[in-house]
Structures are given as structure tokens and as C-alpha cells.
């Protein structure tokens, strides 16, 4: 961030006062009569920048863009004279934030990501909540899950205009909803356990509640009203109501309907696009290139939605533009949504996201789509730091006011408009790379730093796969280095705090069932022994540790509800060790005759890898991975 400087702004001001009061300690300025005159004015569609002779001037067209032409101004003063020149790539870009997932970031905490955007100059904030808003008429709709308050959006919504951010509300209105159907009070308005029964008239009441809930906040007419991943649409209640009818005829149907909302509402609404190429794919699968969509369906599909097209799997942007290409078809400009790997435990995997990233906009502009976000997932109960994902912001942000991406340009940003160091948050994606960890040239990266930390030591469903990797050794160099990162990241220490409680702990615990395993088999008593006394007990207190530091973390950042779940993994942790510790005492006291555990044959988790192949895997499931029964 910029030392404390003094400016005096001149010219075309007019309601971006408070968005500069909010960010002067941001950006560390002081507004000055006696500062660095800089003359304010509009441009047609650039941003220009320039200082000079102590003098500085800024041309915007938008609100969003003179934020990031401040900070560019700024960041001038530190280094030297410049005379800058952005051409924005995209009309829209920004983030959708998952709300879903547990980890329920507090209005205060969203706060700081607006003004870490106004400066990277995104202008768009999507708030992704299944059931994490109030419904007036709903009491059950996102109850004891930190459901974020009319009060509380229209707060969010207020802030964010600051800065010329447009907050879009995103919900679900078919499946994702099973948080909401477990409930006795929705017994009736369910399809499968997480799909809404299409067709009922029920189902559309309580569709308008949502979405005039949703919007009412906000003061964009935008919606984002979900409908992916709808897996078993009309195979559930739905069948045994009505009898079986092609889903593509469901889904257009239930969409016109959901639509009739939008419009009598007067919002511009989006969907996630996946459903209509996964019915038209013979496997099912969204980038199954052979998928055909019926001409009649395209044809009859509404022109007053936009489909979103989501992917931060690809690395090849010929990949992206066939794609993009397959979603012009559907007869409304396209909208890309892209990725930050945050969703696959505590690591950020920036290798992945970097190369995604890189191909997915590349195609993005060459194929002149003009609106893009990204998102940030938090999968499986939010176990992520949400802040890790702001160099995947600075990413999408550089590539949007540039059309080749600079790679030491996205560092000097980063620097400058969080205070954070670059190659510091490229190694939290090491936490997935040890050895033996597949990421290249895979969609779906290896994620070792979750199941090997929740997987259970006397079971150890995933101890094949570790095998002959010395993981241990690279968890105990990570730690220390991530342990430098965090003193050399300023107020962004907290982000680094979990990954090395995490690294500590995998250091020990990442082969320590196959080493007690090896040690069981070859009746080693006195190492079982140490391990009892000593190793356990020591792991035993370092999860504990990570733990308080999660804790401390999760309360600072989001809201309390969901952290229940977190705790709960830590507690059944922390009592299967105890467990080990006592399963080992009993054998080696005599009192039971053998460890039936550690007799057991040890599988390859996959069900397919052949000892030759051996290697680590991805399993993003806690329920599969602590253990094998039931739940």
C-alpha cells in the first residue's frame, strides 16, 4: 500500500466522495490542499492515467474505474512518473461468493473485499445463497445457517455502491436446495432431496417468495436464479406424480415458469447453463463434446435469460472457444464464469487456477464475451480461508482491463492493492502438491491436504496411495516456509495461520498408519510402544492447536453457524486418536490379543489404481473419507 501521501482532487467528482473517504486508509492517502493536485474527469470508455511534474490527472468512464485509476495513480507515487492507458476487456467482472457452504462471511468481512475490489476495479459482487437469505413467510428457509438479513443486504448493497459495485443476488430455484427439503415444513415441495418438484403449483409460491426475497435488497435488476446440476429432475416424486417425461421438456418448462417471476418482477435474470447439456450428453457430462441439444429445444428456449457457462477445469483455450461457440447457440449473449481453487479443503490450489484462468479469458476475449465473474466455492463445509482467494481476484482483474495478461504485472498490482506478496500465495497450493499428487494436465486436481488430515489412523482408507511418497518430509518444509509467508504478509498473517497448524500436523500424520501398520505386522512392541506414549500423543495436540487456530479464524471472518460442523470434525479427530492411543495400550498391556484395525488389508481408495500406478487421488467428501461405514 502507499506510505501516507497528500492529493488534492480536482474536476468531475460528483458522488464518488464517500467512496474515497472509505478507501483513504485503504490506500493510505490524505486529501490535502497543499497535495499533489490530480484533475478528475470523464472519458469515453478508458481509463487514462497519468503523473507528471507534479501534477496527475484521471480520465474514467465508470464509477469502478476511477477506483482502480486512484489506485493506479497512487501506486505511480511510489514508484515513478507514468502515463497509463486501460481498455476494459468486459463489461462485467467480478466474484460470486458461495454463502452456502457453512462459511457465511459477515457483512463487515464483505466490507473488506469491496474495498480490495474497488481498488482492482471488479465490479461485481454476486452473494451465492441456496437458503442463506430471510423469507418473511419461511421460517425454516436457512434456519440455524447464518441467513443473511433483509437489513443486512441492504447494508452490503449500500456499501458496495461506494465504490460503483453491483451487488447481484444468486439463488437456486430447482436443485441445491436440500438444506431447505430436509425439513418437515417442505415435505411436499420436493422432486429428489434436493430438487424441487417442477410442475407443482406450491413450488412456483414459494419460487416468488425466494426471488422477490432475494432481489428486494439490492438495487440491481440482475438475478442469478441458479438451476444447475439438477441431477435426477423428474426421476423422483416427480415420476410417481406425473409418470415419466424427457427431462429437457421439464426443465424448459419449469424455467418459462420461473421466468414468468422474473418478468412480472421486472428483473434481467441468468442460469447456470449445465442441465441442457447434460440431458443432451448420453453420460450425463457437461464437457462431453459429443452432447447434442435438440434444434427444437435450442429454438424454444427463451431469449430474456443469459446462460452461464461455468469452467475452471480446462487449460486448453481452444477447449473454452468450443464451448463458448456451443452457448451463442442458445440466443442470448453468453456469460463465462470461471474459478479460484478454494473448494478443495484448506489449500488454494494457484497452479490450477493460474493456467484455468489464463485459458478460459484468453478464449473469453477472442470470442468477444463481454460479462465474466469469478467464483469462489467453499465445498464441503468451508474449511477455506476465504481472503486466500485474492490473488485469484487480482488475476481476473488484470485480465480485464489488458488484452494479454502480464504475469509480473499481476504481482506489482497484488502488492499494491492488498499488501500481499504473490509467491507467498502461490504456495498454498503446495498443500496439495506433495509428492505423488497428480495436478497437471488432470481437471480435477489431487487434494491430499484434506484426506489425509480427516482420514482415520487405524483405518487409513487412503494409506495405499501414500505409499512410497515421502509426504511427511514435504508438509514439515511447507510449514516452515508458509510459517516466512505469513511474517512477510501484513494484515493477511491470519490467511497463512491454518495451513501451517495444517502442515504441522500432516508432518506426523500424513504416513503415520502406515507406519504403524508396517510396526503392527512386524510385532515391533517397543515402537508401538513410542507411538502410544509419545507420537500420539504428541499429534494429539498439535490437531488440537489447529483446531483453536481454525476456531479463531472462522469467528473473525465468518458467521458462528456452520463452524458446529468444523468442530465436530476436529472433535472426532481428536477422539480417534485418543482411541489409537488406547487400542495400542490394551495389545501391548495383553488385554486384548490383537488390533483387528491394523490387521485389516489396506485397499486403494479409487477401487481401480493397480499397484503399479500407486499415486495420491482427490476425494472432496468428509463422510467418505473419515470412514467406510455408515455415517
Not at 472509505?22 to 481509463?47: D, K, T, W
Request: aromatic share 10%; charged share 25%.
Amino acid at each position: 500500500m502507499a506510505s501516507q501521501r497528500g492529493i488534492r482532487l480536482e474536476g468531475d467528482l460528483a458522488g464518488l466522495e464517500a467512496g474515497i473517504e472509505a478507501l483513504r486508509g485503504e490506500l493510505g492517502f490524505c486529501l490535502a490542499p497543499e497535495g499533489i493536485p490530480v484533475h478528475v474527469s470523464r472519458s469515453q470508455q478508458n481509463i487514462e492515467v497519468s503523473l507528471e511534474n507534479g501534477r496527475g490527472e484521471i480520465r474514467y468512464n465508470r464509477k469502478i474505474h476511477f477506483f482502480r485509476a486512484l489506485g493506479l495513480l497512487l501506486e505511480a507515487l511510489l514508484d515513478s512518473p507514468v502515463q497509463r492507458k486501460e481498455e476494459p476487456q468486459f463489461d462485467m467482472n467480478g466474484v460470486m461468493v458461495d454463502a452456502s457452504r457453512n462459511a457465511v462471511m459477515k457483512p463487515d468481512s464483505i466490507k473488506i473485499l469491496l474495498r480490495k475490489m474497488a481498488v482492482m476495479g471488479l465490479d461485481v459482487l454476486m452473494l451465492y445463497t441456496e437458503d442463506t437469505y430471510a423469507i418473511e413467510t419461511q421460517p425454516y428457509f436457512g434456519y440455524m445457517r447464518g441467513r443473511y438479513t433483509d437489513q443486512e443486504c441492504r447494508e452490503i448493497n449500500d456499501y458496495a455502491g461506494l465504490f460503483g459495485i453491483e451487488v447481484i443476488p444468486c439463488i437456486q430455484t430447482l436443485a441445491h436446495l436440500e438444506t431447505f427439503l430436509q425439513w418437515d415444513a417442505a415435505k411436499e415441495l420436493h422432486d429428489t432431496p434436493a430438487v424441487l418438484l417442477a410442475g407443482s403449483d406450491r413450488t412456483y409460491a414459494l419460487i416468488e417468495e425466494m426471488v422477490t426475497a432475494a432481489a428486494k435488497p439490492f438495487q440491481s435488476k440482475k438475478i442469478h436464479i441458479g438451476m444447475d446440476e439438477a441431477h435426477g429432475l423428474g426421476r423422483g416424486r416427480y415420476l410417481d406424480l406425473n409418470g415419466y417425461r424427457p427431462r429437457f421438456e421439464i426443465m424448459t418448462d419449469h424455467l418459462q415458469r420461473v421466468l414468468s417471476i422474473t418478468r412480472k418482477l421486472g428483473l434481467q435474470p441468468m442460469i447456470w447453463s449445465d442441465m441442457y447439456v447434460r440431458i443432451g450428453s448420453q453420460t450425463g457430462d457437461y464437457y462431453d463434446e459429443k452432447a447434442v441439444i435438440p434444434e427444437e429445444v435450442i429454438e424454444n428456449l427463451p431469449r430474456d435469460v443469459k446462460f452461464v457457462y461455468w469452467d475452471y477445469y480446462h487449460t486448453d483455450p481452444e477447449f473454452y472457444g468450443k464451448y463458448i461457440r456451443l452457448h451463442k447457440k442458445f440466443g442470448s449473449p453468453p456469460v463465462f464464469a470461471g474459478g479460484i481453487w478454494t473448494f478443495s479443503g484448506v489449500g488454494t490450489h494457484y497452479e490450477k487456477t493460474f493456467m484455468a484462468t489464463d485459458a478460459a479469458l484468453s478464449a473469453c476475449k477472442r470470442e468477444g464475451i463481454k460479462e465474466v465473474f469469478t467464483t469462489i466455492w467453499m465445498d464441503d463445509g468451508g474449511e477455506n480461508n476465504l481472503f486466500s482467494s485474492l490473488l485469484g481476484l487480482q488475476l481476473f482483474a488484470e485480465h480485464g482491463y489488458a488484452k494479454k495478461l502480464d504475469r509480473e504485472r499481476v504481482g506489482k498490482r497484488f502488492r499494491f492493492c492488498t499488501g500481499a506478496d504473490l509467491q507467498s500465495f502461490m504456495l498454498l497450493g503446495s498443500i496439495d502438491t506433495p509428492p505423488g499428487a497428480k495436478w497437471w494436465q488432470v481437471l480435477e486436481p489431487d487434494n491430499p491436504g484434506k484426506y489425509l488430515l480427516w482420514q482415520d489412523i487405524l483405518t487409513g482408507l487412503f494409506d495405499r496411495h501414500a505409499e512410497g511418497f515421502d509426504v511427511a518430509s514435504h508438509y514439515a518444509r511447507l510449514a516452515k516456509s508458509l510459517k516466512a509467508c505469513a511474517a512477510r504478509n501484513g494484515e493477511w498473517e491470519h490467511v497463512f495461520e491454518v495451513p501451517v497448524k495444517l502442515c504441522e500436523v500432516l508432518s506426523l500424520k500424513s504416513d503415520i498408519g502406515i507406519r504403524l501398520k508396517r510396526l503392527y505386522d512386524e510385532k515391533n512392541h517397543g515402537e508401538l510402544a513410542h507411538f502410544a506414549k509419545h507420537v500420539l500423543p504428541d499429534l494429539h495436540q498439535r490437531v488440537g492447536e489447529m483446531r483453536q487456530v481454525h476456531r479463531d479464524q472462522w469467528f473473525r471472518i465468518y458467521k458462528p453457524f456452520g463452524w458446529e460442523v468444523l468442530d465436530i470434525r476436529y472433535g472426532g479427530l481428536l477422539a480417534r486418536i485418543d482411541t489409537a492411543i488406547k487400542r495400542l495400550a490394551d495389545f501391548l498391556d495383553g488385554r486384548i490379543e490383537r488390533v483387528e484395525e491394523l490387521e485389516a488389508e489396506r485397499l486403494f481408495f479409487d477401487g481401480l489404481t493397480r499397484p503399479e500406478d500407486g499415486g495420491l487421488v482427490r476425494c472432496n467428501r468428509y463422510q467418505r473419507i473419515c470412514t467406510a461405514n455408515v455415517l
